[in-house]
């Protein structure tokens, strides 16, 4: 293990997407940058876990749009890019619909126009103003407009068709738990995205992805530690000097922090170095919901049939944003299953399912009625799932749940949010540099920069801008070098 220097140009706090991808540009660029991970495992959410009888189980390797295909090639390397698989066969069940799609543009017009009856004109137009909403790709500029609303949007092109709403939406709150009361730019970037060419995973599992990443940063000489998290960040007349690990000071000209935002403004760098008007949007800024999971292990030998790739289900008579989020009741999840095709040569079968979830309804329970509520979460979903796969109860050797509480015990995330904040964190994110020279923030922010794609995605803009921090400081004397 190489020793911590006692200098850097960057110290990047986090190794979730954004945090790995950040860094990894940086050490591309030749600056000297060190990685702390607080947690032993890197990847942030995008990790997987290993459990007795040969259980490997992906976190949050679900589905992802195309554009990750592109991005890994560009900003990581073809053989991770080549390993990025498409899922086809996407099933949406609910007491109105239940219909599978590949999730591609075509099919989805095929979808509203044969299934829905929509009009394909207006189905056309509906589509088109999606692509022109996905202004984030032209510049980097916020549309001015943030007052429509996705639900806005969706009754202007098919008024009073709360199924089409439905099937439009709700694959989207259970991607990124956003409701229809969330600005429709939101909408436009993250449903735009996975229409571009259906829905992707990774092909050998998240351990294998992180594997291969750690491999590049390596070649790019970025320094990974983990176990170790960084309790403070320096600041010196208005400047990043530094962080404090272990008691220990170690120096370094810029910080990327892949932390909690608020976090890393309130708690590693201190509310006293920020002005009251900054501090007034952080403290009003709403955080994302959160997840629960259960993991099903299949018993070595066993098979499943094929019964989809993923599958939303919900009992919910209509859509309804806010009841998808009662996670103890759950009347609605959904379910990745994990073939040989997925992880070839780990000859085993997992199935993970989802719901989203409030911090509220698990934070307080008494350890044993958390415990036993746990219990219930599984027996339900093990319940929901004899419908897809009857008999699979006989098969099932492991399973374990996961609630909020996890996701905030694993992450350090404010109320265990799954992706990030709400999209007035994105402003809060992107204007950080402005208030301290050399802090930058990168990870889910603002719904359009969470999950993989958009994470990523963010961790090379965020690297891009604290290059142009790095070299406008160099040049007007303050020190620096490239490792070139
Ligand atoms: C259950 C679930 C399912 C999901 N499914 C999908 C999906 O199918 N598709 C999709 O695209 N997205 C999905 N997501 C969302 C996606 O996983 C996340 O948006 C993304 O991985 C978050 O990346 P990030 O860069 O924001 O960092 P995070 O993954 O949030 O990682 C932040 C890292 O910072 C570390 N850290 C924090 N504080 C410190 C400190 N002080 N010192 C050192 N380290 C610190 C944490 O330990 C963590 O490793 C899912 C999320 C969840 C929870």
Redesign the pocket.
């Known amino acids: 293990m190489e020793p911590l220097q006692s200098e850097y140009d960057v110290v990047v706090?986090?190794?979730?997407?954004?945090?790995l991808t950040g860094a990894n540009q940086l050490g591309k660029w030749g600056r000297r940058v060190l990685l702390?991970?607080?947690?032993a495992n890197f990847g942030?959410?995008?990790t997987c876990f290993h459990r007795p009888n040969g259980h490997i189980f992906d976190?949050?390797?679900?589905?992802?749009p195309y554009g990750m295909k592109k991005c890994c090639r560009k900003y990581w390397n073809q053989k991770i890019a080549d390993s990025i698989i498409q899922l086809p066969r996407i099933r949406l069940d609910n007491p109105q619909f239940d219909v599978t799609s590949t999730f591609e543009i075509n099919d989805f017009s095929r979808l509203l126009t044969e299934r829905f009856q929509a009009s394909p004109e207006k189905v056309d137009q509906f589509f088109h103003c999606l692509k022109e909403i996905d202004f984030y790709l032209k510049g980097l500029e916020l549309h001015s407009d943030t007052s429509l609303t996705t639900g806005q949007l969706l009754e202007e092109f098919f008024p009073g068709r709360p199924d089409i709403h439905r099937l439009l939406m709700e694959p989207i709150t259970y991607?990124n738990g956003s409701s229809p009361n969330e600005p429709a730019v939101t909408y436009g970037v993250v449903f735009g995205n996975f229409l571009n060419q259906g829905i992707f995973t990774f092909q050998g599992g998240t351990d294998n992805l992180l594997k291969e990443m750690r491999k590049e940063l390596e070649k790019n000489r970025v320094q990974l530690k983990n176990q170790?998290?960084?309790e403070k960040i320096l600041i010196r007349n208005g400047k990043v000097t530094g962080i404090i690990v272990g008691g220990q000071e170690i120096r370094c000209r810029a910080v990327l922090s892949?932390?909690?935002l608020r976090k890393t403004i309130t708690d590693?760098t201190g509310e006293e170095h920020f002005p009251t008007d900054y501090l007034d949007q952080v403290r009003s800024m709403r955080m994302s919901n959160s997840?629960c999971?259960v993991y099903l292990g299949i018993r070595k030998g066993e098979e499943i049939p094929d019964v989809g790739d993923v599958i939303f289900t919900s009992t919910l008579p209509h859509y309804d944003p806010e009841a998808l989020c009662r996670s103890r009741e759950l009347n609605s999840q959904s379910f990745s299953f994990y073939s040989p095709k997925i992880r070839p040569g780990h000859n085993r079968y997992t199935i993970v399912a989802?719901s989203n979830a409030l911090w509220e309804d698990w934070a307080d329970l008494p350890e044993e009625e958390y415990r036993a509520e746990k219990q219930k979460l599984i027996q339900k979903t093990i319940a929901n799932l004899e419908k897809y796969i009857p008999g699979v109860t006989d098969k099932i050797d492991h399973q374990e749940a996961a609630t909020p509480r996890t996701?905030a015990r694993y992450?350090?995330?404010e109320k265990g949010a799954?992706?990030?904040t709400k999209f007035e964190g994105l402003k809060i994110s992107q204007s950080l540099p402005k208030q301290i020279g050399g802090l930058f923030h990168?990870?889910?922010a603002g719904i359009i920069m969470?999950?993989?794609?958009?994470?990523v995605t963010y961790g090379v803009i965020a690297a891009h801008n604290l290059e142009i921090y790095l070299d406008s400081t160099q040049k007007s004397g303050e020190g620096g070098h490239r490792d070139d």
């Open positions: 706090i986090g190794s979730g997407l954004a945090g702390l991970e607080q947690h942030g959410l995008a976190v949050s390797l679900h589905g992802f991607a170790i998290r960084v892949n932390a909690n590693l997840s999971q989802s996701l992450t350090g995330h799954s992706f990030g990168t990870g889910s969470s999950g993989w794609l958009g994470t």
